[in-house]
């Protein structure tokens, strides 16, 4: 797996870097059209760090489909300009020199994944898993990657929710406890100092405040945190938008300040 390098702060406002974001990229599967920024997938790997996207496959068995927005599968919801605006902040506010000119986007059993320390995954209430998928994922956390869960909700928003996302990981890691995460946990301070969870404003999707909650190593709070699952809101949103003057700059600052910190904390342990 992919060395951890140190991190050192830079001193720069967030939002004076909001104006990277200002089109849409490009698709490489498909999504929204219109102009495009230089983007590329699954480039060479080089050692730089590079922001890895999990594929994974649905089922419509849900109250609404998988495919319910632009015909998209749900782990492309937000690509690639939700990761594509995030490198861009990390590369100005960490020593971290990630590539912002492409991504990886892996299936969960590609042996590729072994390279890349941190790994994202969106729309997990619609994630249908198989053996393969679960032995590999396992595989991936106990050597010491990490997942960031995000954009799943209440099953009654569609998908199968909490319920369908945690049968998915008792899978993967059985016995697994999810516990909630508060302001104390570490991986929020991994860079920022985030001292209140509610600082990340409820998305305008979503009908209840956002949750946090963590997976450690052997469920021991004193051990590795090798997975975030936010539920209840849809944190690549506020990246992905960021440039378009659709959301408040300083809940887009507190989205990205999140989202430095998840990789901070990934890259860091």
């Known amino acids: 797996m992919m060395r951890r390098p140190s991190l050192t702060p830079a001193i720069v406002l967030i939002g004076c870097l909001l104006a990277t974001a200002g089109t849409f990229a490009q698709r490489r599967y ?6 495009s920024k230089a983007f590329n997938v699954n ?7 590079r922001f890895v996207r999990l594929m994974t496959d649905c089922a419509d068995v849900w109250r609404t489909p998988c495919r319910y927005y632009l015909g998209l599968p749900p782990w492309e919801h937000g690509y690639p ?31 590729e994944l072994s390279k890349y320390p941190v790994a994202y995954m969106t729309e997990a209430g619609f994630w249908t898993i198989n053996d393969a998928e679960a032995t590999a994922l396992n595989a991936y956390l106990v050597k010491g990657g990490f997942v960031i869960f995000d954009d799943f909700r209440d099953p009654s928003r569609g998908g199968g929710g909490w319920g369908n996302f945690e ?4 899978r993967v890691i059985p016995g697994a406890e999810w516990m909630p995460l508060t302001s104390s946990d570490p991986i929020f301070h991994s860079f920022f100092e985030i ?14 405040p956002p949750q946090f909650y963590g ?26 938008f960021s440039g378009q003057g ?18 901070v904390y990934g890259m860091t342990h």
């Open 81 to 111: 300009l939700s990761e594509q605006n995030l490198m861009q902040i990390m590369s100005s506010v960490t020593a971290l020199d990630p590539h912002v000119e492409d991504s990886m986007v892996l299936a969960i059993q590609d042996p």
């Open 43 to 49: 480039g060479k790997y080089d050692g730089r760090f």
């Open 215 to 240: 997976l450690y190593e052997k469920n021991d709070r004193s051990r590795r945190l090798m997975a975030i699952a936010n539920y209840n809101v849809d944190i690549s949103d506020w990246w992905e």
């Open 30 to 35: 498909g999504g929204l059209p219109g102009a």
């Open 246 to 263: 659709y959301s408040p700059v300083d809940a887009t600052n507190q989205a990205y300040k999140f989202g430095v910190n998840y990789v």
């Open 167 to 170: 049968s998915n990981m008792a």
């Open 195 to 208: 001292n209140d969870l509610s600082t990340l404003k409820q998305h305008y999707n979503e009908t209840t």
